[in-house]
């Protein structure tokens, strides 16, 4: 069984950085596809960020490419999201997904193993 635990939310202005990581427990991060999904109130979790194992493939959603940056340590077994230029409409939970497969994809049903996620706050 995998756990995930993520961490490094909080409340930031527009235009501000956070960065949220997850710790991955219970296998090694290196066999797991791993990514971060957001939910903002009122409307349903949608895609923001994969990693493929090795982390030398990544993929975007439109809304963040070029200002949110996933990556991972192995060796920690932890994966992170550096997230730049913050602005109000990115108000969500941030939840780490995590997934035996082989290939890492944007698809919410993909993903076995989900963390209870961070709140994160953008005032403007």
């Known amino acids: 069984q995998v756990q995930l635990v993520e961490s490094g939310g909080g409340l930031v202005q527009a235009g501000g950085s956070l960065r949220l990581s997850c710790a991955a427990s219970?296998?090694?991060?290196?066999?797991?596809?791993m990514g971060w999904f957001r939910q903002a109130p009122g409307k349903e979790r949608e895609f923001v960020a994969a990693?493929?194992?090795?982390?030398?493939?990544?993929y975007y959603a439109g809304s963040v490419k070029g200002r949110f940056t996933i990556s991972r340590d192995n060796a920690k077994n932890t994966v992170y999201l550096q997230m730049n230029s913050l602005k109000p409409e990115d108000t969500a939970v941030y939840y780490c997904?995590?997934?035996?497969?082989?290939?890492?994809?944007?698809?919410?049903?993909?993903?076995?193993?989900w963390g209870q996620g961070t709140q994160v706050t953008v005032s403007s």
């Open positions: 997904a995590a997934d035996k497969g082989v290939i890492a994809t944007t698809m919410l049903s993909d993903y076995e193993y």
């Open positions: 219970g296998r090694t991060a290196s066999s797991l596809v």
């Open positions: 990693s493929s194992r090795s982390g030398g493939n990544t």
